[in-house]
């Protein structure tokens, strides 16, 4: 008879796209995960896995033993949820990442009435710019801003995202403000950084695209730091437009080039999940709320 519970270990293995992955996330022996592997695999007389040059793939039978794992395992996992929501109320964990930028400035507000809302709700929040975790299995949920979203992932647009070139009125009234694209080589810029992303401006008006390379004089992922740069007359930032919103309301931050549409790392802002991965009651009640709380941002007059 197969092993209901090698057969779940099945689905982590494959989830996990390795050995060595899979027993990090059960805590367990690579050599353990192996053995029952190779049971498994004797026991239904055919090999379930084979290792390709960058992870563990399942064979033909493999993957629809792993099918019918990863519908047991959802129902187990819906059947607990279903018990425990009678006596603890709605309770789980969530694991997030945002990027650094909007995560912090707007995302922190939302996620922090998120928790009074649902304390029973545990987050951990990861404030990074990578996807690569979400498909290694890190977190539940990832929102970014790129042009189009990754294949393979399932994904939810959230808002547009503009970017605008600004300075301190105090620069402006000092230095002046580049007029044209390129008068941006001319002046100090500010702006956001990713590791191992060449930095490029990408402005649009119109039909009309053009891509500038940018050599910035101030470059931080901490964009409270980048705001109170700007604030304090560095330079001329880069940055998404709503940073500096109520700087440009209160006259402190103005802003150039307003004809071009300006983008460093992408246009939108998405919500990124696996498409196979089983979503826990408190996963699904955070993505309703940040999808809900995103709409509203989008259509208020000036985000915040």
């Known amino acids: 008879m197969m092993d209901a519970a090698a057969l779940l270990l099945l689905v982590d293995i494959v989830d996990a796209g390795g050995l060595s992955q899979a027993a990090r996330k059960r805590r367990m022996s690579r050599a353990n995960v192996s053995y029952h592997l190779s049971q498994l695999e004797k026991t239904v007389g055919v090999q379930l896995v084979r290792r390709t040059t ?55 507000r939302w996620l922090i009435e998120f928790k009074r809302m649902y304390p029973s709700i545990t987050l951990e929040l990861l404030f990074d710019n990578r996807v690569d975790n979400l498909l290694r299995d890190e977190v539940d949920v990832a929102v970014r801003v790129m042009s189009d979203p990754p294949p393979g992932l399932v994904a939810r647009e959230l808002a547009p995202m503009r970017h605008i070139a600004c300075a301190s009125a105090e620069f402006a009234l000092r230095h002046g403000m580049p007029a044209t694209l390129e008068a941006l080589h001319e002046v100090p810029i500010i702006t956001s950084t990713v590791v191992g992303r060449e930095l490029r401006l990408a402005a649009y008006q119109g039909q009309e695209r053009r891509e500038l390379a940018l050599q910035p004089t101030l470059a931080s992922e901490n964009f409270q730091f980048l705001h109170e740069a700007i604030v304090a007359g560095l330079g001329v930032g880069l940055v998404p437009d709503y940073l500096v919103a109520d700087d440009v309301a209160a006259g402190r931050v103005v802003t150039t080039l307003d004809e071009w549409r300006l983008s460093l790392f992408g246009t939108r802002l998405y919500l990124l999940r696996m498409p196979d991965r089983y979503q826990t009651l408190a996963t699904r009640t955070l993505i309703d709320f940040v999808l809900e709380r995103a709409q509203r941002w989008a259509q208020s007059p000036v985000p915040a």
């Open 54 to 108: 960058r992870r563990i793939e399942p064979t033909e039978a493999g993957l629809k033993l792993y099918r019918h794992g990863r519908a047991i395992r959802d129902e187990l996992l819906a059947a607990q949820e279903s018990v425990a929501s009678l006596t603890e109320g709605l309770h789980g964990y969530v694991r997030l990442a945002l990027p650094t930028g909007f995560g912090q400035v707007v995302m922190s």
